[in-house]
């Protein structure tokens, strides 16, 4: 099983930045999909980014142009760069991998709290 671990979250002004991180536990990193979600208040989760294994980038309407997900395989880490935040950003952000190239299915995090105070 592949445990998950978010940092980075917080409270910050509109208009600020916020770099999340997410260490996975195991020896495979590199084979796994990696991506970010977002849950607000009374909300369904919502996709914010995701990069594959192979580094292909997708992102949700509402982040584009504003965050950048990345990945580190040699630390284990995926990470969400979050510029321009908007109080609409608030939510708890679930880090999400997809193993299936390493016979795993989906795993997540426990969430982190971004809250952007307007």
């Known amino acids: 099983q592949v445990h998950l671990v978010e940092s980075g979250g917080g409270l910050v002004q509109a208009g600020g930045s916020l770099t999340l991180s997410c260490a996975a536990s195991g020896t495979m990193f590199r084979l796994y999909d990696m991506g970010w979600y977002r849950q607000a208040p009374g909300k369904q989760r919502e996709l914010v980014a995701t990069i594959t294994s192979t580094g292909r980038l997708d992102y949700g309407d509402s982040v584009k142009g504003r965050f950048t997900i990345s990945r580190d395989n040699a630390k284990n880490t995926v990470y969400l760069q979050m510029n321009s935040l908007k109080p609409e950003d608030t939510a708890v952000y679930y880090c999400?991998?997809?193993?299936?190239?390493?016979?795993?299915?989906?795993?997540w995090g426990q969430g982190t709290q971004v809250t952007v105070s307007s």
């Open positions: 999400n991998g997809n193993g299936d190239l390493a016979g795993i299915g989906d795993f």
